[in-house]
């Protein structure tokens, strides 16, 4: 086992992953940026190393200060977190020749992961559903135009090197496959470095649906059921739930194990998500994989048991999981609200100084968050400010939990997202797990995708 991790993230997850840490004995270490100088990480860490200046680029993306920080404090291994260089390949190279374990998945299957048209591909071979698209890339605009003719309209145009939302366009007819194919692909150049776009199937209401994996070094891949992530503002999520209401165990088992397979197939190591879209006819797609720990795991982890980031440390020490079978029971249900400093007009990223912070608490009842009274949220970070996770023994129970835990939550200070979470729980639509990804528009004129 580690005697020592360095932590290569801020707010919530780095608390998350000093927490895990605590409690199997390690000895952390965390990096900050100026503007973090006083957060909690800092304070609850074993120790802190300052690596630069607030933008994240100077300070959390910086491998060679992070590499340097492990080096001078002894560190074995080092936790990414989310976001930042959690899916990394290069950074998890380094870690490698820099020997220094990198807690998660292998630098070779990152790699192939984050090239979303060869990991749609290489899941399709491995006999995992995926809508029908283009055969990779599309080289020529003659390649394009054959390639949306076969699928059939409508068809998505779709970053090779994107995901989660960025580099999308929808093309309804043939007259605007070209345009939006250079759009697309300029948009993809500017913001990867790369061009490359695919076509693929255009699902208009979909549910986004995703299952929480987890890989040991053995061979051994384990499911942990799926979360239902569909309502989404523009590509972030506000809540995540388990299990979706679309799903039965049947379902589960089957969908478990295709992904279980394929994954064992591709060597998998540590905790991963595979995502999917759902149609109407309640048939998945396979859409990317996530190598990282997600911000929405808690949910998997208020109705497994497990905790997901000691699982993470362990699996990258070499511990085999000790787990028989494909999978783990599940109890009840549970919801994660992702509580976001925003103005609740303009969605705004709204930072500065929280004046009052209460938590809500009980049975139930589970708060991620690195905030506190007098704490600063700085303008250079996402917004998330706090994950108010409940469990109920069903998800009517779950909701009405959640709904008291929104009413018991203060933040003073900073406007937040608290009254459009508040307003989910109280519609009708929800409650009967009625929505799909255009549920948000009718809450908020300017939201929506
Ligand atoms: C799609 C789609 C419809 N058809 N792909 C959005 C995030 C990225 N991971 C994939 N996304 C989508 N891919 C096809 N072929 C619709 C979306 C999508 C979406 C998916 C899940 C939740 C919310 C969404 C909002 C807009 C678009």
Known sequence: MFKKILIANRGEIALRVICACKELGIQTVVVYSEADRFSLPVRFADAAV?????????????????????????????????GFLAENAAFAEVCEASKITFIGPRPD?????GDKDKARKAMAQLGLPVLPGSDGVVQSETEA????EKIGYPVMVKAAAGGGGRGMRVVPSKAELLPAVRTAQNEAAAAFGTPDVYLEKYISSPRHIEFQVLADQHGKVIHLGERECTIQRRHQKLLEESPSTQFNAALRKRMGHQVVEALKEIG?????TV?????E??????????????VEHPVTEMVTGLDLVKKQILIAAGEPLPIEGETVPMRGHSIECRICAENPETFAPSAGKITGFHVPGGTGVRVDTAAYAESIVPPYYDSLVA????????????VSRMARALEMF???GISTSIPIHEKIMADPDFRAGKFDTRFLTRFVTNGGV
């Open 387 to 398: 994950k108010l996770v409940v469990h109920g023994d069903d998800r009517a129970e779950a």
């Open 281 to 294: 006819d309640r048939n998945l797609y396979f859409l990317e994989m996530n190598t990282r720990i997600q």
């Open 50 to 82: 300052c690596i630069g200046p607030p933008k994240s680029s100077e300070s959390y993306l910086n491998v060679a200060s992070i590499i340097s920080a492990a080096e001078v404090t002894n560190a074995e291994a080092i936790h990414p977190g989310y």
């Open 268 to 272: 998998y190591t540590n905790a991963g």
């Open 145 to 148: 135009v054959e390639a949306a």
């Open 410 to 412: 203060i933040v003073e």
């Open 109 to 113: 299957v990152m790699r192939l992961m």
């Open 275 to 279: 995502e999917f879209l759902m149609d």
